[in-house]
């Protein structure tokens, strides 16, 4: 007597490619998750909030939306920019985040306390929503900051693109570098985008400063 026919498991082929990530992953987060990886090439963790691997692509510059604002003028139109609650993420070329404190000493900004920092290999940035369509005609990555308190965007301070990146650019090109020019030759040089924002969160902390009130400031110049 034999027993109940066991059921055939096809074997993958090793000509068929490896599927990219399933149609089928649930909610909003899994069509977002899908539109970095498959259109835009970047690399996700698992899990929700989504969150993207920097030092791979990219790294990102962190700053004080306060003081990002003054950057952006000096970007490539395509170069990405995000916007975080109150911070604004530059995206930099990989290794920048290695370089940054050098370049900072090399500045002569190295023993000033900035608010400033950068997310490199190993490190995550919460990924911003997938952007809208862009309307034919328009600036490629010119979005405009959102209007109102500086720094806030989306209902709980979530983090959305100010610049998003293009499905089909190599995001490289865009980037700031260490070089004086990018690989397009109009990407901006990593050190003035670094002198500008550095600049710009020193003015935000003398400026913040100056509207303590004289006890606190006196207080803050004792512990020095």
Do not use: K
């Amino acid at each position: 007597m034999f027993g109940a026919p066991h059921p055939v498991i096809a074997s993958a082929s090793p000509f068929l490619p490896l599927p990219r990530r399933p149609l089928d992953a649930a909610g909003a987060s899994g069509q977002v998750r899908r539109w970095y990886e498959n259109e835009l090439g970047w690399p996700t963790v698992p899990g929700d909030p989504l969150r993207l691997v920097a030092g791979v692509r990219y790294d990102v510059l962190d700053v004080p939306a306060e003081a990002g604002h003054a950057a952006l003028r000096r970007l490539a139109p395509g170069s990405p920019v995000a916007l975080h609650g109150d911070r604004m993420l530059f995206l930099v070329a990989a290794g920048s985040a290695e370089e940054l404190p050098g370049l900072l000493e090399w500045l002569d900004w190295g023993s000033l306390p900035l608010d400033l920092g950068a997310i490199g290999a190993g490190g995550l940035m919460a990924a911003p929503s997938r952007p809208a369509p862009r309307e034919e005609g328009a600036p490629l990555g010119g979005a405009s900051p959102p209007s109102g308190r500086p720094g806030r965007a989306g209902s709980q301070g979530a983090a959305v693109w100010l610049r998003p990146p293009e499905p089909g650019c190599e995001v490289e090109a865009s980037l700031p570098t260490l070089s004086a020019l990018g690989a397009d030759g109009n990407a901006p040089g990593l050190v003035r985008l670094v002198n500008t924002v550095a600049t710009q969160c020193h003015r935000v902390r003398l400026r913040r400063a100056g509207a303590q009130p004289p006890a606190l400031r006196a207080q803050g110049r004792q512990c020095r």
